[in-house]
Structures are given as structure tokens and as C-alpha cells.
């Protein structure tokens, strides 16, 4: 069995206050897009996990974790071979690791028919991580309490999306002790994009705390370079440090995209889609 894992991007991101459990209550609007992995799901005598990067290749990867506590929530005996072909650029703040997880979830109740109910499979998804329950369900969806809480809205018009990854990466755990560092209190979350009507209304409202952690890194530069051939809207991605562009040229995204590549800066082009297969 063959499942494609979408990466995501967080078209808002509101920081709340810090739980006591370490977590922290978010208010975001992410977006799944077409940049994904493969993964390859098959029975087997022995739980085995294979990824073509070897940095990935341990048994705390989230796609082997997955499938671990799917076996042990069911009770299923029959083991599987997980096989991740990878391609959504790793601590990139696009939810590689995230999605990974939820189409092994996926994959595995679909092969052995459905044993457990999306209630019980977005329990064991916000037990793997926070965006993971997002991942599970895709398209365009406003994510809340630690992202467990997935309320889906009104999807975008399919759009282009450029992905640019600056020479630097950063773990989402030291990127929010970065930003409890500094200290600010929680603000009112953006709840603009939620009556947005227009792509071009969804590009003006925008944002993301995170933000704030990137001032004078490559982050700024990159984003600098691509303003050159005006997006219809920017910002930094889940906690960065990726950007995402939103282009309805197409040409311009592509034309962006190539000097990108040409100065060095890892880039895809993808676009929004409104379900995940």
C-alpha cells in the first residue's frame, strides 16, 4: 500500500499560554499542500521501519511510531514493514514528521479494515505529536486547544505555493522555548482569515508568532529575495524556519523558484489542496 503524507503550512499562528503538561495552546489556520512523501505500508513477520535518509532512520521516527501504537491500541498481531521515501524538507516548520505519522495511521486502519474510528485515531494521534490530528484530516482547517482540536473551513481556491527553505534548521521544541524566552504575552488570536472571501483577502491577514524568533538570520534575506516577485502573500510556516508564498501567477512563482535554486536556497512549487487521498 502505497499513501502520500502532505506537508503543511500554518496560514496563521497564534502562541497562547504554556500548559502545565509543557504544551502550548495554539490558534491556527493550516493548509495542506501537494509537496509530500511516500510511504510504503506492507505486512511483515517483524514491526521495520526504512526511510532513504539515514538521519531519519531510528526507531523515534513518527511514521514507526505510529505504526507501533496503532498495533499496541488494536491488539493486531500482524506486524508491517513501513517504508518512507522522503521529500518534505526535515525541521522545516512544514510538518514532515507530523504527516509522515498520520499516513501511517491512516494506511494501517485502512489495511486492516478499519478497526478503530477517527475519534480513537485522532486520540492516538495527539499522543504522537501536536500537529499530527491535523494531518490526519487535511485540506483547510482551523487547529486549536495543543492542535488537537480540528475544526475544517472553507478551503482555498487552488493556488501556488512556493516552499523556501533557508540554510538553517530548527527544532519546533527549541523554537518555543526561544519564543517563551522573550517573554510577551499572549495576544488576541488573528481571526481575520476566518471571514476571508478571496484568496487575496486570506494573503492579507497572514501571520505568525514565530516570526519574531528570525530577525537578522538567513530567513529575512530569503524572504527579501522572493518579495522581488510580489506574492500575493508571505510568512514563515508552523515554527520555521520555511517560508511559503502564495502566487496566483504562476509564472512569477516559477521564475522565483528557479533563482531560488540558483543562489543555493532549497525550493519546491506546489499548490493548496482541499482533501488529502
Known amino acids: 500500500m502505497l499513501i502520500k503524507a502532505n506537508a503543511k503550512i500554518n ?11 509543557g504544551y502550548h495552546e495554539i490558534h491556527s489556520v493550516m493548509q495542506s499542500i501537494s509537496l509530500c512523501d511516500f510511504i510504503t505500508i506492507q505486512k511483515s513477520d517483524e514491526l ?11 526507531n523515534d521516527n513518527l511514521a514507526f511510531v505510529a505504526a507501533k501504537e496503532f498495533l499496541e491500541e488494536t491488539g493486531i498481531e500482524q506486524n508491517v514493514k513501513i517504508t518512507l521515501e522522503k521529500h518534505i524538507p ?15 495511521l491512516r494506511g494501517m486502519n485502512q489495511m486492516f479494515d478499519y478497526p478503530l474510528n477517527d475519534e480513537e485515531l485522532n486520540h492516538i494521534a495527539m499522543n504522537i505529536g501536536a500537529d499530527v490530528p491535523f494531518c490526519l484530516v487535511g485540506g483547510t482547517a482551523l487547529c486549536e486547544g495543543i492542535g488537537e482540536k480540528v475544526t475544517p473551513i472553507d ?14 534548521k530548527d527544532s519546533t521544541g527549541n523554537a518555543y522555548k526561544r ?14 482569515i476566518l471571514k476571508s472571501e478571496t484568496v487575496f483577502d486570506v494573503c492579507d491577514n497572514l501571520s505568525n508568532d514565530f516570526v519574531l524568533l528570525y530577525k537578522d ?18 510568512n514563515l510556516s508552523g515554527s520555521g524556519p520555511a517560508l511559503f508564498a502564495i502566487f496566483t501567477n504562476s509564472q512569477d512563482a516559477e521564475d522565483c523558484h528557479q533563482m531560488l535554486l540558483r543562489r543555493g ?13
Open 11 to 21: 496560514l496563521t499562528l497564534d502562541v497562547g499560554k504554556k500548559r502545565i503538561d
Open 48 to 58: 521495520m521501519f526504512f526511510c532513504d535518509d539515514d538521519s531519519l532512520l531510528n
Open 90 to 104: 526535515v525541521g522545516a516548520g512544514l510538518g514532515g514528521g507530523s504527516s509522515d505519522a498520520a499516513a501511517v
Open 155 to 168: 478551503a482555498l481556491p487552488t493556488v501556488t505555493v512556493l516552499i523556501a527553505k533557508p540554510m538553517m
Open 179 to 192: 519564543l517563551d524566552d522573550l517573554g510577551l504575552p499572549p495576544k488576541n488570536p488573528n481571526k481575520k
Open 217 to 234: 538570520t538567513p530567513v529575512v534575506e530569503t524572504a527579501e529575495l522572493i518579495r522581488e516577485f510580489n506574492p500575493d502573500g508571505m
Open 265 to 277: 536556497t532549497e525550493s519546491y512549487i506546489c499548490e493548496t489542496v482541499d482533501h488529502i487521498d
